[in-house]
């Protein structure tokens, strides 16, 4: 049996491979910046912000380093000089999740009045139809490193489905923990893949915080929590999709993008690795704004955001768009820097503004959107509405999961055009010919 690890006794020093980390060389506090040592732990212990990760990216010549991205496999792995993983990741057994399509929406366009250009970075197109599983690719590679023999997580659905099949891949145990009460579809996605799944009597929030005692119980020894003591690790996962959208648009930044939010990582790794292609000098540097989308039965950030306020005020979620019911969103702060920095905005719809635009996005453009992306583009539509989102610039947003996973929300409204006999007459007196 392998010996049981935790951030307390991980001995850095015992890593002897630092090639593991591709061009990573430390953990970065958020807050004050110190550095410690890259180690399966996710606060500093000078301020207690969180840490993530910081590198050494390449230099030299950006067309050599834009080419060597082109040459590389069609997944996220086309993406290893500049993630926390070794060289050769793409040879070990894992569930290569990443580029997906990046769909020109002429159709959505024209129904909202979008002149600049209108894309759908449509993430259901992964292993397990959700973005979790660019996150928890980049966690599992760290698990390895360290020694890990059982992946867990605290989840509000895609991710525990994510965390379970990469375990089953990768040969690790999986034991993940949601809120008691998920769509039925998340729930029989997750445990189909043979690990544990525990309800948790509770909203996600209560999840999390059990989730943290775990942790630091013996019972937790030799557990690598993918959103937790490897939440560092697991985030840059996200840098992938602002590398695809912007090398898919010719390697280039677009204008506006907006981007749903449960916890805030998303948003603020896709800034940082819009950044990252900027110093790299893999596109253009120029101006671009990024918008968050909340439902309005969890919508702290946007709530804060609103009123002007840096501090974000926790809420009990009471929303159908259950994959983004976070009432205390950790990155939330910083979700406020980014939007308001970049002349953004953080925006809310209700649901049932969610489940219209789920149906909107399936009408016009033939992609089925689980709740968080109605929730992506019901707030495109606000936001253009509002005046506050360019209508002649462009733009991208965000699908992050299959509408398959959340039928429960759209069955109310959709079903059977008719029924009818099996008869031409039939067919005619039901004013379908």
Known sequence: MAAAVTAESFDADAVTDRSAFGPAVALSCRECGARTALAPDFACTACFGPLEVAYELPTGDPEALRARIEAGPTNIWRYAPLLPVSADVASRPNLNPGWTKLVKADNLARELGVTGGLYVKDDSGNPT???????????????????????????????????????????????????????????????????????????????????SELIGDPVGEGWGFVNVNLRPYYGEGSKTLAYEICEQLGWRLPDQIVIPIASGSQLTKIDKGLKELIALGLVEDKPYKIFGAQAEGCSPVSV?????????????????????????????PYVLDICRRTGGAVEDVNDEQVVDAIKLLARTEGIFAETAGGVTVGVLQKLIKNGLLDPAAETVVLNTGDGLKTLDAVEPTTGLSATIRPTLDSFREAGLA
């Not at 609103?306 to 019911?325: C, E, F, M, W, Y």
């Open 129 to 211: 139809h959700s973005f979790k599983d660019r996150v928890v690719a980049i966690a599992v590679e760290a698990a390895r490193t360290f020694g890990f023999t059982t992946l867990s997580c605290s989840s509000t659905g895609n991710l525990a489905g994510a965390v379970g099949a990469a375990a089953a891949r990768t040969g690790l145990r999986s034991c993940v923990f949601i809120p008691h009460d998920l769509e039925q579809g998340k729930v029989v996605m997750a445990a189909v893949y043979g690990g544990e799944l525990v309800g948790i009597q509770g909203n996600y929030d209560d999840v999390n915080r059990f989730c």
């Open 304 to 332: 804060a955001f609103k009123a002007g306020h840096d501090v974000i005020r926790p809420q009990k979620p009471d929303t159908i768009a259950k994959s983004l019911a976070i009432g205390n969103p950790a990155d939330g």
